[in-house]
Structure formats: structure tokens, C-alpha cells
């Protein structure tokens, strides 16, 4: 099966710019999660989604950052202004449980992710 | 998010050495516990998992022991390669990843 789909992979941007990044899940993955991995760190939950809605978004900087995951398929996750501290690969995953909805051991599938800086 | 803490940061080793790399969390309710190993410009990639019904699973040179009363797991790859060089974490699923720091493993020829 074709994996997770991210574009772009890089990308550089001013501070207090504006930035899209896109990803594709897995066909037929109900849920899409949103990871920053900053450079040393482990992966940070920003945001997940189950089909089309919004599950969690406690961490995700509400004030920059923003997502929407419309037709419960592909997704884009917006930050603007763009601040240094956002420099950070970003990574999108998605899962799929029994009957769509989110399963504790379901293995996440990630894509390579879009390493952005922040200059 | 759940803490996981995770050791050692680095590891090197003799290539044909064993690798261990060991976590530890909070939460007594997790039940869970993925690996995932990153190599260089990709995502991470899921290796192996445990349930907390297990106390120890094993696929080829690679294990997870899981001691739930002490609350940590380890991560065990014997007869390292140097394709085994990545950056390896530990993780918690509550219905959400939880990821540890990270471990560099480098594997010396």
C-alpha cells in the first residue's frame, strides 16, 4: 500500500511569514495525526483527527497554528506568523482501528515529513 | 502528555554487539508500548510493539521485555548491523503516541 504523503519536505520562511504544509494519508486510515519534532527531541502531538473532527488539539499553539482536514481525507496544518521557535520537522501519521475509529493498538504509519526552518 | 523517559540518549556499539536501550513511565493504566526506529530524513517506523498482557515478544534479532509492576520497558537488538545506525524512542499509545527523547544508536564497523 502506498504510504503516508507529505509535501513539501523543506521549506524556509522568514519569522512572521506564513506557511502551509500538506499530507495524504493512507487510504482508508480514519485517523491523521500532526507531530513537531524538534531537533533532539521526540515527536509532540499537535493535533489529531478522527475522519473530518477534531479528537484532540490540546497542544497545537492556537494563536499560529491551525488544521483542517476537510472531506476526512487529505489535511493541511498552517502556521501564521511563523515565529524561530517553529523551526521543526513536522510530521503527519494516520491509523486506522476496527470500523474506522481509533484503536489502542493500531500501529501509527508516518510520512517523512516537511523539515521547516525559520529564519 | 504521559511521560516516558528514556536511556541513554547515545549508544554506540560493536558491530555483532548487543544494543539495550531501556524506558520508563508514569502512568499505570498504559497498556501499550510501540518502538520505533528513525533513520536519517524519514519518519519514524514501527519495529516492534508489546501489549501489557506480554512480558516479553521477539522478532528476529530484535525484543521488548515490558515489567509492568516497575513500570519500564527495554528494547533489546542482538547481533547489531550497521544498518541497525538510527535513532530509536520508546512510546506510549492512550490513544495518542507519547513519545520518549531518543535514543542515537551507532553501530561501528
Known amino acids: 500500500e502506498a504510504g503516508v504523503a507529505q509535501s513539501p519536505r523543506y521549506k524556509i520562511i522568514e519569522k512572521r511569514q506564513s506557511v502551509a504544509f500538506w499530507c495524504n494519508p493512507i487510504s482508508g486510515h480514519a485517523t491523521l495525526y500532526w507531530y513537531q519534532q524538534i531537533l533532539g527531541q521526540g515527536p509532540k502531538l499537535l493535533i489529531q483527527f478522527q475522519n473530518n473532527g477534531v479528537v484532540d488539539d490540546s497542544q497545537l499553539p492556537k494563536d499560529r497554528f491551525s488544521a483542517e482536514r476537510l472531506k476526512g481525507v487529505d489535511s493541511t496544518l498552517k502556521i501564521q506568523p511563523a515565529k524561530l521557535e517553529d523551526s521543526a520537522v513536522y510530521l503527519c501519521?494516520?491509523?486506522?482501528?476496527?470500523?474506522?475509529?481509533?484503536?489502542?493498538?493500531?500501529?501509527?504509519?508516518f510520512g517523512s515529513g516537511t523539515r521547516l526552518t525559520v529564519v | 502528555g504521559e511521560n516516558v523517559e528514556q536511556h541513554p540518549s547515545t549508544l554506540s556499539v560493536q558491530e555483532g554487539d548487543s544494543a539495550v536501550i531501556k524506558c520508563t513511565y508514569s502512568?499505570?493504566?498504559?497498556?501499550?508500548f510501540p518502538w520505533y526506529k528513525q533513520e536519517l530524513g524519514k519518519g519514524p517506523q514501527l519495529i516492534i510493539d508489546i501489549r501489557s498482557n506480554v512480558g516479553e515478544k521477539k522478532d528476529q534479532r530484535i525484543a521488548v521485555t515490558l515489567n509492568k509492576t516497575a513500570k519500564h520497558f527495554s528494547l533489546h537488538i542482538t547481533e547489531t548491523q550497521p544498518e541497525d545506525s538510527a535513532v530509536y524512542f520508546c512510546a506510549l499509545n492512550d490513544y495518542k503516541l507519547s513519545f520518549g527523547a531518543g535514543t542515537t544508536v551507532t553501530v561501528r564497523a
Open positions: 501519521a494516520s491509523s486506522s482501528g476496527p470500523n474506522g475509529r481509533v484503536d489502542l493498538w493500531s500501529g501509527y504509519t
Open positions: 502512568d499505570s493504566a498504559s497498556n501499550y
